[in-house]
Nanobody
Framework: VQLQASGGGLVLAGGSLRLSCVAS????????MGWFRQAPGKEREFVAD????????TYADSLKGRFTISRDITKNTVYLQMNSLRPEDTAVYYC???????????????????WGQGTQVTVSS
């Protein structure tokens, strides 16, 4: 399994970015696909998760309403649409994947066995 994240960059506060994660190496039916972020000096933080089959989503409570996760099965790609960005959203964003994560373990970094390389998002005030 390979995950390639892209779409990061520098944006002004209040702006938007859309991150992409292209998944390859197998079919992802039954997989959970997640986005995490890590700011300097902080632990990796859960952002959002989507089930490849069915498309059900889970979000970090603090990000609901501003971030949206989606997937395009035809392109094997997971997206993270980020709106109303704030300086505190500055971090390296990672996509991750794992087969069938039980609901109670969604969002726990150790539940995800595959990780992409990360893409930097910087929000300036």
């Amino acid at each position: 399994v390979q995950l390639q994240a892209s779409g990061g960059g520098l944006v002004l506060a209040g702006g938007s970015l859309r991150l992409s994660c292209v998944a390859s190496g197998r079919t992802f039916s039954g997989y959970n696909m997640g986005w995490f972020r890590q700011a300097p000096g902080k632990e990796r933080e859960f952002v959002a998760d989507i089930r490849w089959s069915g498309g059900s989503t889970t979000y970090a409570d603090s990000l609901k309403g501003r971030f949206t996760i989606s997937r395009d099965i035809t392109k094997n790609t997971v997206y993270l649409q980020m709106n109303s960005l704030r300086p505190e959203d500055t971090a390296v964003y990672y996509c991750a994947a794992n087969p069938r994560i039980i609901t109670s373990m969604i969002g726990v970094p150790s539940s995800y066995g595959y990780w992409g390389q990360g893409t930097q998002v910087t929000v300036s005030s």
